[in-house]
């Protein structure tokens, strides 16, 4: 009979192949039958929501994880917070079908919980890297101190509408999210905090 570490061994090891299987697949983030092949985390392989907007944009969002609304609709940022985005991206001049969005975590997690932080590593290594290099934004906006943490962890801290330069020359711009805002009822200083910094880096 099998023992406990052997069991646990072979879960690990069917797990590896089930990942390094998804790795070798051709994968579309914008394709909903495509990231919903995924079924690499043990326990997000319901509720996936794929990215949208432009495979060329200059500017990424990133979200931490989609919401009931998100999961719902089957886009990300959408909803109360999404259409604060799409305000502050109409004050500052951009169409939202002009950049690019998504979240660090393909998936909705259950309940309210935040992913974890294999979830994350495996959405980063099977998604969002991808992204990053596919997509090549010049400013990465990362969209709440989740998101935030997810991607940059503690590279530099988070403060809202602080912006660091990566060593690849990517601006990486820190924003609250946006559902803070809304639940202190100053949405406008939400569009036009974000939409003045984000001039700034576009150099308008
Ligand atoms: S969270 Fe990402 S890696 Fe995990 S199952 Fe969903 S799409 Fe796959």
Redesign the pocket.
């Known amino acids: 009979m099998a023992t406990a570490k052997q069991r646990s061994d072979a879960v690990r090891a069917r797990q590896a192949g089930k990942i390094k299987a998804?790795l070798q697949t051709k994968r579309n983030p914008l394709d909903i039958e495509s990231?919903s092949n995924?079924?690499?985390?043990i326990n997000?392989?319901a509720d996936?929501v794929p990215s949208e907007g432009d495979p060329q944009a200059r500017i990424m969002l990133v979200g931490q994880s989609p919401g009931a609304t998100e999961r719902d609709r089957g886009r990300p940022f959408v909803g109360a917070s999404g259409e604060l985005v799409d305000q502050m991206l109409f004050e500052t001049g951009i169409r939202r079908e002009d950049v690019y969005i998504t979240n660090a975590?393909?998936?909705k997690p259950p309940g309210n919980r935040k992913?974890h932080p294999t979830?994350l590593n495996?959405?980063r290594k099977?998604?969002l890297s991808h992204e990053l290099k596919s997509v090549n934004p010049e400013i990465l906006i990362l969209v709440g101190k989740d998101a935030h943490q997810s991607i940059v962890g503690d590279k530099f801290p988070f403060k809202h509408c602080r912006s660091v330069k990566g060593a690849s020359g990517r601006t990486y711009l820190s924003i609250y999210h946006p559902a803070y805002y809304i639940r202190r009822g100053v949405i406008v200083d939400f569009v036009m905090s974000v939409s003045e910094k984000l001039k700034e880096l576009l150099g308008e």
């Open positions: 998804i990231v995924c079924n690499a985390c997000l392989s996936h975590l393909k998936c992913g979830e495996l959405c099977i998604w």
